[in-house]
Structures are given as C-alpha cells and as structure tokens.
Antibody, heavy 118, light 109 residues
Framework: QVQLVQSGAEVKRPGASVRVSCKAS????????INWVRQAPGQGLEWMGT????????NYARKFRGTITMTRDTSTSTVYMDLSSLRSEDTAFYYC???????????WGQGTLVTVSS | QTVVTQEPSLTVSPGGTVTLTCASS?????????PSWFQQKPGQTPRALIY???NKHSWTPARFSGSLLGGKAALTLSGVQPEDEAEYSC?????????FGGGTKLTVL
C-alpha cells in the first residue's frame, strides 16, 4: 500500500533552517510527483511546490522562491524539503503529498509540525 | 495575486443536500483548472475526495460529487451524514502552480 512517512516534529529559532523528509513506499518512487503543502494552526492549506523524483525538477510557489529547496534521493525513495530564514509565521504542519496524475493529490504524509519560536 | 474563494461556512441538516463552491479571482473555473476537493476533520490529515472536476477516488462515498456550476467548481453532498461535518478545501491549477481555497467549514445540524 502507498505510504508517505515524514520525519518528526521540529522546533527552530527565527532565522534558522529546517529539513523535513518524506519517505515513500508501496509504489514506484520515480513515477509520481511529490508536492509539499503546509497548514498553519487554524488556517487553510497552502501549496508550496512540487518535485519530480524522476529527474529532480522542481516548481516552487512564488512566495517561497529563495527560501525553499526540494530534493530527492532515489536510492532511499525519500524527498526532502528545506526551508530557510524561518519566521514565526512559518509555524505550521508540513505535508508531503503524492500527485498521481495532474491534480490528483491522492496520498498524504502524516504531517510534520514545525514550530518557530524564540 | 490569485485568490481562490470558498464559502467560509455552511450548515446542512442530516439527509439534506448541500453544494460548496470554489471561485477563481481570474474568472470562470473550467476543467483546465483541474479542480480537486479535500476533506479534513479536526486533528486529521486532509483526505482527497475529487480530482479533475468530477473524478472520485475508490474511498470517496457515492454521495459526494464534483462539477462545474456557474463558472465555479462545485462539490455537492447528497444525503448528508453526520460524519460529513468537516472542513472542505478546493484546489485549482494555474499553470505555474496550485492554489488552495480558504476552505468551507460544513456543519451538519
């Protein structure tokens, strides 16, 4: 069965960086894009960007360009999302999501809570 | 900046029918926006319901349906159940990326 398992919760100081990982299993890792979506406490969902695990190509939401980097390791079927220059507004749950065909965000990771606090 | 607008909240009676909509600040929503819908209950991860306007997942209850209605994407729940009380979010494609709506809190009362 398809599973996306994310790394654990993080607490960071303002200005720091964070890395969240997402390990995929149950399907061919290079066949489907992985998107990252975040949700601040009590707020709506926000699309951050996507990576094609087949070739590493990325597409980031305009808001995050300059602070976000998505990479992948095909040997471990893992996608990474790095976010730098953290601010308190970046406190949120971060989800990795498989996109099986255009717009079909079918399987979601369990979410990783990133807390940014001084 | 592109904005996707949903009703902030709706209330429906058990057994009733309700339609949630998803509008784009750029104009009419068409199938080219690949509208999709997600359900999220408190403390849970979002769950995909509908993709590409009206396609269901294997786990999507039959009472949920997606469509285009009056220039918007729409999610209709027919024969609403108490367990359908949740937040519903839509997602639209804009060529360069995706934008979520702000979500609709559906209350079953």
């Amino acid at each position: 069965q398809v599973q996306l398992v994310q790394s654990g919760a993080e607490v960071k100081r303002p200005g720091a960086s964070v890395r969240v990982s997402c390990k995929a299993s149950g399907y061919t890792f290079t066949s489907n894009h992985i998107n990252w979506v975040r949700q601040a406490p009590g707020q709506g969902l926000e699309w951050m960007g996507t990576i094609d695990p087949n070739n590493g190509a990325t597409n980031y939401a305009r808001k995050f360009r300059g602070t976000i980097t998505m990479t992948r390791d095909t040997s471990t079927s893992t996608v990474y999302m790095d976010l730098s220059s953290l601010r308190s507004e970046d406190t949120a749950f971060y989800y990795c999501v498989r996109e099986v065909v255009t717009g079909d965000f079918d399987y979601w990771g369990q979410g990783t809570l990133v807390t940014v606090s001084s | 900046q592109t904005v996707v607008t949903q009703e902030p909240s709706l209330t429906v009676s058990p057994g009733g029918t309700v339609t949630l909509t998803c509008a784009s600040s750029t104009g009419a929503v068409t199938s080219d926006y690949y509208p999709s819908w997600f359900q999220q209950k408190p403390g849970q991860t979002p769950r995909a319901l509908i993709y590409s306007t009206n396609n269901k997942h294997s786990w999507t209850p039959a009472r949920f349906s997606g469509s285009l209605l009056g220039g918007k994407a729409a999610l209709t729940l027919s024969g609403v159940q108490p367990e359908d009380e949740a937040e519903y979010s839509c997602l639209l494609f804009y060529g360069g990326g995706w934008v979520f709506g702000g979500g609709t809190k559906l209350t079953v009362l």
